[in-house]
């Protein structure tokens, strides 16, 4: 029977959150020296002969908008640990500015950084850095106890956030006790538990096995869903990249190569680094329902008879019509051939309604959607959280993406 398809809905706003300007660091004793030889085109490597010091981070500007996961991902060496420090300035920028609501961190006095830290960012580390002497309650509770929050509200904020990430009843267990991914998820319900509305990934999944590392890749989409934090994610697995960002920004020698969703980064990749980034990507693990759905015209009305809907099909020469209520609520699917017959014997629509058609949400990948589309004889329908109609794939759709793809990645090469 036709059922609804899984809730999402896009959280993000229009309205920056993060605002980073020119950022650029520089390890080394003399800064200045550095960005001189720089400016007058230096590369890298000559400046760290030069001068000893090395340029982390290259003029690098980018917005990040409320609500959204923005993922950092490169090779080692790249700079998207040190540009993530920079953010909540475990490491000090040498130049540029970053916002965070409109504010320049960079210029912010101690006290106004340590305010700052605390009510609107939250960080997450690979090494889960627990405490190992405090239960996981405390560890999760360790911010608000720094703050000065008193003991019983703490606790109570502290079990809250452990049954948000799945470790309820847990409170009393010490860090030893636990797997590597209970580990993780200590580590991020303490960074929720001061309700920070940005959250700091650094390489968080990176040292879980495989398996409990999609399980927690998963966790976090799901609690992305029910609370929409800003986060920004770093990461130098391609696939975890592509699974979590809403949009990706590839860096290279501490400047940012390109940013873009990860459809955009796969099919028009904006040189060949990041064609060779993401040679070996398996597409239909990437594209989504939404990037391949037509249309879904034309419709019959579910209060119209098999005579209008046998009139739709004819004149756009088409065999099939999906029906929909005046909201445009997905109710079935007609057939050519059923709506014929219904003419000739007079039978309304309801009797010739077919409901059980495959139907996905908009964020479903085509991984999901092949194995749909090859066991059904009905085109895929595209249904949003309530139920509504939103586009229609075909299998020339889904052949017609890939071959995109191929022949992108054929230009490219």
């Known amino acids: 029977m036709l059922e609804q398809a899984s809730p999402t809905e896009d959280s993000t706003s229009l309205q920056p959150i993060i605002s980073v300007n020119g950022l650029t660091r520089v390890f080394g004793q003399d800064p200045g020296e550095a960005l001189a030889l720089h400016r007058s085109g230096c590369s890298k490597q000559e400046i760290y002969e030069k001068t000893g010091a090395r340029l982390a981070l290259n003029n690098v500007s980018f917005e990040v908008m409320r609500g959204e996961t923005f993922v950092l991902m490169g090779l080692s060496g790249s700079g998207k640990s040190t540009l993530l420090r920079c953010i909540n300035r475990l490491i000090d920028p040498t130049e540029g500015t970053i916002l965070i609501d409109g504010e320049d961190i960079v210029r912010m006095s101690q006290e106004e950084l340590r305010a700052t830290r605390?009510?609107?960012?939250?960080?997450?580390?690979?090494?889960?850095?627990?405490?190992?002497?405090?239960?996981?309650l405390d560890n999760v509770a360790f911010g608000l106890e720094i703050q000065g929050i008193p003991v019983n509200e703490r606790q109570r904020k502290a079990e809250e956030v452990l049954r948000t990430v799945g470790l309820g009843g847990y409170g009393a267990s010490m860090p030893g006790e636990l797997s590597g991914g209970m580990k993780q998820r200590v580590g991020l319900a303490r960074a929720l538990t001061s309700d920070p509305d940005i959250l700091l990934m650094d390489e968080a999944f990176s040292a879980l096995d495989p398996l409990i590392r999609r399980d927690m890749q998963d966790e976090l989409l799901d609690l992305q869903q029910r609370l929409a934090k800003t986060i920004i994610f770093v990461t130098h697995d391609l696939d975890e990249a592509l699974k979590l960002g809403d949009r990706i920004a590839l860096m290279k020698d501490g400047a940012i190569v390109q940013i873009g969703t990860p459809e955009e980064i796969l099919t028009n990749p904006e040189n060949a680094y990041v064609e060779r980034f993401v040679a070996d990507v398996d597409l239909t693990r990437v594209l989504s329902a939404s990037d391949v759905m037509r249309r879904p015209e034309p419709v019959a009305q579910c209060t119209a008879g098999p005579r209008v809907a046998l009139h739709l099909m004819e004149e756009h020469d088409i065999a099939g019509i999906f029906v929909v209520t005046r909201q445009r609520l997905l109710r079935g699917r007609v057939?050519?051939?059923?709506?014929?017959?219904?003419?000739?014997?007079?039978?309304?629509?309801?009797?010739?309604?077919?409901?059980?058609?495959?139907?996905?949400?908009?964020?479903?990948?085509?991984?999901?959607?092949?194995?749909?589309?090859?066991?059904?004889?009905?085109?895929v329908a595209v249904v949003d959280d309530a139920g509504r109609l939103r586009g229609v794939i075909s299998r020339g759709a889904i052949l017609a993406a890939l071959a995109r793809k191929g022949e992108n990645t054929h230009a490219a090469a």
Request: glycine share 4%; proline share 9%; aromatic share 4%.
């Open 118 to 136: 605390r009510r609107k960012l939250g960080m997450i580390f690979q090494s889960f850095a627990l405490l190992p002497h405090r239960t996981v």
């Open 335 to 379: 057939t050519l051939d059923d709506a014929a017959r219904a003419v000739r014997r007079g039978k309304e629509m309801k009797d010739i309604l077919i409901t059980e058609i495959p139907i996905v949400a908009p964020d479903a990948t085509l991984s999901d959607i092949i194995p749909l589309i090859v066991e059904s004889p009905h085109p």
